[in-house]
């Protein structure tokens, strides 16, 4: 994580300065603040909290399926938050990824026994 955020800070800092530059620099407001704040504490920290968690629980074998679901949530969040229609192809892939998981889910109870 600490080498993905020094890269990433490094890789957006000429886009930042070319924009102080241009524009100036201004103190985010308050609701900008609250988005910040937002993204910091869930999807950034509680998330991989979570995840850790659920890895430990699981095993890492069984937790790296579930990493298939995060085109779905996405999907799902791209539906009720921004509006997007549910298509055919969205259910296709809900389908095929819930199938793979309890394929997978049940294989392994059986090379278990």
Do not use: K
Not at 34 to 58: D, N
Not at 83 to 94: N, W
């Amino acid at each position: 994580m600490f080498v993905l955020t020094c890269s990433a800070t490094v890789f957006a800092a000429p886009f930042y300065a070319v924009e102080i530059l241009r524009d100036g620099f201004r103190m985010p407001g308050p609701e900008a603040w609250a988005i910040i704040a937002y993204t910091a504490i869930f999807p950034s920290m509680l998330s991989q909290m979570f995840f850790i968690r659920g890895v430990a629980m699981l095993g890492a074998n069984r937790a790296s399926l579930f990493i298939n679901l995060v085109p779905i949530f996405g999907a799902i969040l791209a539906v009720l938050i921004l509006g997007e229609a549910f298509r055919l192809y969205h259910l296709a892939g809900l389908a095929l990824v819930l199938g793979g998981i309890a394929m997978a889910e049940r294989f392994a109870e059986h090379r278990n026994r």
